[in-house]
């Protein structure tokens, strides 16, 4: 499970740091990626 998170968590900085161009951005990607872990963990 452990290793998991951290690849998502892994993935999802990568996309971070690769597309986001204004903080609004992040702000979206940051909340994308939570909803992803929430998925994950259901």
């Known amino acids: 499970m452990k290793r998991g998170c951290l690849a998502m ?7 971070v ?3 986001c161009n204004t903080m609004r951005g992040l ?3 940051i909340e994308e ?5 929430q998925r994950a963990s259901d």
């Open 9 to 15: 968590l892994l993935v999802f900085l990568l996309v």
């Open 33 to 37: 990626g939570g909803e992803a872990v």
């Open 27 to 29: 702000g979206e990607d």
């Open 17 to 19: 740091v690769a597309g």
